[in-house]
């Protein structure tokens, strides 16, 4: 028997709850700074303060109130979360075919016109860069928040040799992955010896220094106005029509993403794969073993860059023009987000973030303006909901199987 | 014939104005268990991470004595030491990769050797049967070692949910694929009940006769201490004070001054000696 | 030379800002080892707070300029400071525990959050503050240049002293200040002998809020515009200054802050202005490489 409704515990909680909200929301929501010809002059709205606290104090009490009720139940509604979730993860072989099997025919499904095919590419463009840095952040364990550094050096580089070479696309592409390496290979040398955060600051600083550069080196670059007239790729010397190029855009970005999976897939079973996962466990425990850290966050650094000019060069030729604006931290805390929501060492789990994170705002165009502020919310939200990931539970790379 | 594996000479390390280890030296043989010993402080686990490369040193020689020469371990990095120097250890807190399971964690100890077959991943990437083979051969060795700390029945299981014991275990069987000459064990029976130790007792000196590697060991349990070494050495605030074989060692005035105090042989106080030699 | 002078005092007085940002950060990371991300969005929110309070208490208070700037100053440390705690009490303390990666993903989360809010509740174009204090002294005349130093420089230097002895005197003198030391250097320790963790945690984020709203408002007064977007880059730039000096370390902060304005104000000065945030990121890589204990820090010895 349920014990009684403590409605005034519930009741001050949500009193407290309203009045801090009230005084978080006073300053920014009730006053608005006017701008206009006589200067800057402030406008109030009190009533906004109202709804913030009032919001507040409601959800509080109704939060406080749905969890006394339930916790007489045998399944919360976290719980019952869970148990999906999980399930999720039981029929993960199954869902990843599944997936395969919608991804490959999108374009000939009914609902998919020209926009579906288009957001799904966008999409598939941060599942390959998801696939990229889950080698780094995910098996590793590097915390890499310069990551976007690698995806412009790789679609610049195509831009440049394409429209002062013209190279195409497939000559192009590996040396976009070569480029991006050697690029994350000369800035990783110095800086992989750094821990845990350290690197991070140091790998976001080195982003934002290659935006200024991109920025600023205007006779490379193009400075802010970016290079256009990228052109775009051709099938054995067929040049596509814009309608049909979207489709084969898409085809080409399924490939290539793919590729990375099966890529990744295999490099985990492999010594180095495992290698790298010991290393994020105990790195002194990897080097009363042998293994040498440095060669080893090297190596991982150089790959996850490889993918991600990969997937730099096909952003460029989708586009057809780029622009330093393509590449601030946001888009690396973007890509960092989809890893480590989905779920460090998921495939599936980026390709469930990155839906969840990239294809949902791309749907709701409309509500462009709260697009960011959602997303940032989704972001603290999810962390504080399951802070190891959507589908985190780990498989062994290796089994001795049934005795 | 056993010859000298390991070589302390006169090693120092200080930290700020404290030496933890003091101006030591002592020898440390192949085919023998050599136990290091003393009170808590005296400096065993940093000789330890001295011997293996986690800490440097500032005065005296370490050599290792290989088949093809001798290494200088205190001018090398400590995974040098462990590639090249083949000196393998395990630690006081138990340092496994603990949401790898029990069998990934010893093919992760066969890495040099799988890496070198994989021909830097490009075999294992194309699927040479190279590289398939030599991790058939790794997975036989994993399971030799799993067989002999008796795991095998947990290959597949995260070693972080193994008991304690069975982690213990585990790292010792870790550290002996990688084919070590000279195996340094921290503590490893620290936590194990007796016939946990028992049993530890006989998979080292299995180790010792079967491999005919030196063993290097850390340990306050004296039921181990004394069992199994062949030579003891003593150390108390970072000095030698005694070294031999075990039942010298126990009967040492220095060594047992050093456990209990300055008791035996020190006057009691005037005022206080009447009364206590009515109690006997 | 005068010319130097002039970059000179100019370093000076960015770095006494860049210094009070960068407590927050080195002061957080002390005590529980995370980069908080969200704390130059604190900042920002401190600017805008500050110039909303000034410009209410102007209105109301009849035109005193003396006025609007003490309240614009206790109004914008109180709210704040109230901010910086909800940010941690909300986004860090449930996870004190996860993994590794998870309050780090969430402070970038909140840093996003707090932007966007303010985009949207504020606009997103720039806000201009006419300048509010004038007038200084000449320091210096020759070649044909004038060294300048204004009284806003003055206040802003003198008002940074004051509050470093503060909490200086806060951190060393009160049982408070010992309660945060103790935690910093043992989380554990210090509950078991009894410490309120989550107090000290609370009071850390606080302060370090506060400070931070401090230098809100002397950015306002300086510069006379301020937007939404201010804290990521000097968010950047403190936390390079709380390395510069020494994580965990107080009077380094202020040292690496002051290292951090220089540096800026002598590269735009001398070389471009373009450039001058890569110098600052350059700073932080060669610190990291060679002194990553930075200048008065105490090494971390990891227990083998």
Not at chain 1, 382 to 402: A, F, H, K, N, V
Request: proline fraction near 4%; charged fraction near 15%; hydrophobic fraction near 50%.
């Amino acid at each position: 028997m349920a014990a009684a409704f403590p409605l005034r515990r519930l009741a001050i909680d949500a009193l407290l709850g309203g009045l801090i909200a009230a005084a978080l929301a006073l300053p920014m929501l009730g006053f608005r700074l006017v701008d206009s010809s006589q200067g800057l002059s402030l406008a109030t709205r009190f009533d906004w303060v109202a709804w913030a606290a009032l919001i507040v104090a409601g959800g509080r009490f109704a939060l406080g109130g749905l969890r006394h009720v339930l916790s007489g139940r045998e399944l919360r509604p976290p719980e019952a979360a869970r148990v999906f979730v999980a399930s999720l993860g039981a029929i993960r072989p199954k869902a990843g075919w599944a997936l395969i099997a919608i991804a490959a025919t999108l374009p000939f499904l009914p609902f998919s016109d020209r926009n579906v095919v288009d957001k799904a590419t966008m999409v598939l463009i941060y599942v390959m860069l998801g696939w990229g840095l889950n080698i780094v952040v995910g098996l590793a364990g590097l915390l890499d928040l310069g990551f976007v550094a690698s995806y412009a050096v790789g679609a610049y580089s195509y831009a440049l040799l394409a429209t002062n070479f013209h190279l195409s696309f497939w000559l192009c592409l590996p040396l976009a992955g070569l480029l991006s390496a050697t690029f994350a290979l000369t800035l990783g040398f110095p800086v992989l010896r750094l821990r845990g955060d350290y690197l991070a600051i140091v790998t976001l600083g080195f982003a934002e220094m290659v935006r200024v550069v991109l920025l600023n080196w205007q006779s490379l670059t193009g400075g802010p106005r970016g290079i256009s007239g990228i052109p775009r790729p051709t099938l054995f010397g067929v040049v596509f029509a814009p309608e049909q190029r979207v489709t084969f855009l898409y085809f080409v970005i399924l490939a290539l993403a793919l590729l990375t999976n099966v890529f990744a897939l295999r490099l985990r079973r492999l010594p180095i794969g495992r290698a790298w996962e010991a290393l994020r466990e105990d790195e002194i425990a990897c080097r009363s073993l042998g293994l040498n850290p440095t060669t080893l966050k090297i190596s991982a650094f150089t790959t996850g860059a490889m993918c991600a000019g990969f997937a730099g060069a096909f952003f460029a030729t989708r586009q057809g023009f780029i622009s330093p604006e393509s590449f601030t931290f946001i888009e690396s805390a973007v890509i960092l987000a989809i890893v480590v929501l989905g779920g460090m060492g998921s495939q599936i789990g980026v390709v469930l973030a990155a839906l969840l994170l990239v294809g949902l705002p791309e749907w709701f165009r409309e509500l462009q303006a709260y697009r960011m502020l959602a997303f940032g919310g989704a972001m603290v939200l999810i962390m504080l909901w399951r802070p190891s990931g959507l589908l985190s539970s780990r498989e062994p790379t290796i089994t001795l199987g049934p005795k | 014939m056993t010859r000298v594996l390991l070589e302390v000479d006169h090693v120092s390390m200080r930290f700020g104005g404290l030496f933890a280890v003091n101006d030591l030296s002592f020898s440390a043989t192949d085919k023998a268990i050599t136990a290091v010993i003393g009170p808590n402080g005296a400096g065993k686990t940093t000789l330890f991470n001295c011997i293996t490369g986690f800490y440097r040193p500032q005065t005296g020689k370490l050599r290792l004595h290989h088949p093809t020469g001798a290494m200088a371990l205190e001018r090398m990095a400590d995974y040098n030491i462990a590639r090249h120097g083949r000196v393998a250890r395990t630690f006081q807190n138990i340092r496994l990769f603990q949401r790898m399971s029990v069998l990934e964690n010893l093919i992760v100890a066969q890495h040099k050797t799988l890496m070198r077959a994989s021909l830097f991943s490009i075999a294992g990437l194309l699927g040479l049967a190279r590289y398939s083979q030599a991790e058939k051969r790794a997975v036989e060795k994993a399971r030799h070692w799993l067989d002999k700390v008796a795991l095998t029945a947990h290959a597949d299981e995260e070693a972080g949910s193994l008991p304690y014991g069975s982690q213990r275990r585990l790292e010792i069987a870790r550290a002996m694929c990688t084919d070590p000459l000279l195996l340094c064990l921290d503590e490893p029976a620290a936590g194990l009940n007796p016939r946990e130790s028992a049993d530890l007792n006989r998979l080292l000196i299995d180790i010792r006769d079967q491999e005919g590697i030196g063993l290097l060991l850390i340990e306050h349990d004296m039921s181990v201490v004394m069992g199994i070494s062949d030579h003891v050495v003593v150390l108390d605030y970072g000095k030698k004070i005694a070294e031999g074989p075990p039942n010298q060692v126990r009967r040492d005035p220095a060594v047992i001054r050093a456990y209990l105090g300055e008791e035996e042989g020190e006057e009691l106080p005037p005022e206080v000696a009447p009364d206590l030699k009515d109690l006997g | 030379m005068e010319y130097f002078l002039q970059q000179l005092i100019n370093g000076i007085t960015l770095g006494a800002i860049y210094g009070l940002i960068a407590i927050g950060y080195t002061m957080v990371y002390g005590i529980i080892g995370m980069i908080n991300f969200a704390h130059g969005e604190i900042y920002m929110l401190g600017a805008f707070i500050s110039l909303i309070a000034y410009l209410a208490a102007t209105t109301l208070g009849g035109g005193s300029i003396a006025f609007g700037l003490l309240v614009a100053l206790a109004v914008t440390m109180l709210f704040t400071a109230l901010w910086g705690w909800a940010v941690e009490r909300l986004a860090y303390r449930p996870l004190r525990n996860a993994p590794r990666l998870a309050p780090l993903i969430s402070a970038i989360g909140m840093s996003i959050v707090l932007q966007n809010f303010t985009q949207l509740t504020q606009g997103a174009r720039v806000k201009p503050l006419p300048p509010v204090i004038h007038g200084g002294v000449t320091v210096m005349e020759g070649h044909g240049f004038r060294v300048e130093l204004s009284w806003l420089q003055i206040a802003i230097v003198l008002m940074t002293l004051a509050l470093m002895l503060v909490f200086t005197w806060i951190i060393t003198r009160t049982s408070l200040g010992r309660a945060q030391r103790a935690t910093q250097q043992d989380m554990k320790m210090a509950a078991l002998l009894g410490i309120d963790v989550d107090r000290v945690v609370s009071l850390t984020f606080v302060i370090g809020a506060a400070l931070a709203a401090v230098a809100g408002l002397m950015v306002t007064l300086y510069y006379g515009v301020i937007d939404f977007y201010i804290g990521f880059l000097a968010g950047i730039k403190a936390f390079t200054a709380a390395v510069l000096g020494g994580i965990g370390s107080l009077p380094g902060a202020m040292l690496g802050g002051l290292a951090i304005g220089l540096i800026e104000a002598l590269w735009s000065g001398y070389f471009s202005i373009e450039y001058k945030d890569v110098a600052a990121f350059a700073v932080l890589v060669l610190v990291l490489l060679f002194r990553p204990t930075g200048l008065l820090g105490r090494p971390e010895v990891e227990k083998i």
